[in-house]
């Protein structure tokens, strides 16, 4: 496990917005492919997939005390809302599969322009979701309700983030909607190398 920087240990300490980061496979190759073809492939419309990964379809009875009383349908409805506002378009998908989950991912190629996940706990276990979101070549932001980074130690790492462009997390359900609006940039081609 690599050692924190100075920095980075001060930001996990609070609430954590990652600022995007880019891969060296995002700066050499796909990203560029991926938006110069996307226009053609899309015109102007921008589809956007939002998946909820395990136990999010028990938001407001799970452990409220850590991811608030809101339900995933009122995380959906906000989400709706911000998409309406952002001018692009969201379907919703929420499975407690993993094979599912990664079905959904390899189906999204050719149809969405980015995806927003949270993968609830295969954040932390699933090379099979983290290869998908590679193989697909979809950019894609991670978000979590709580703060990952002041969890149980086993919280702490994230298989996917090392093929996300990056990660929002810790904002609660605000951390969907601050995902939504750094997918609709990627899609819109507004991401900038950092």
């Known amino acids: 496990m690599r050692q924190n920087s100075a920095r980075e240990a001060k930001a996990l300490r609070g609430n954590v917005l990652v600022p995007v980061k880019f891969n060296a496979l995002w700066q050499a190759k796909r990203q560029s492919e991926w938006l110069t073809g996307a226009s053609a492939l899309y015109g102007d ?6 998946i909820h990964g395990p136990n999010l379809n028990l938001l ?12 995933l349908d009122d995380v ?27 079905e959904k991912i390899q189906s999204a190629m050719g149809r969405y322009q980015a995806i927003v996940i949270n993968p609830g706990a295969y ?4 090379v099979a979701l ?7 070549g979809i950019p894609t932001v991670e978000t979590h309700i709580s703060n990952i ?12 983030s090392a093929v996300a462009v990056g990660q929002i997390t810790g904002f609660g359900q605000d951390s969907y909607l601050l995902a939504l609006r750094a997918a609709s940039g990627l899609a819109a081609g507004g991401a900038k190398k950092r």
């Open 45 to 50: 419309s921008m589809n956007i997939l939002v």
């Open 60 to 71: 407001g009875k799970r452990e409220p005390d850590i991811y608030g009383s809101f339900t």
């Open 76 to 102: 959906n409805e906000r989400l709706s809302a911000l998409a309406s506002e952002l001018g692009v378009t969201v379907s919703f998908f929420q499975s407690n599969h993993e094979g599912e989950l990664v």
């Open 123 to 126: 954040t932390h276990t699933s």
């Open 130 to 136: 983290r290869d998908a979101i590679s193989g697909s």
């Open 149 to 160: 980074y002041k969890r149980e130690d086993f919280r702490k790492h994230s298989y996917i």
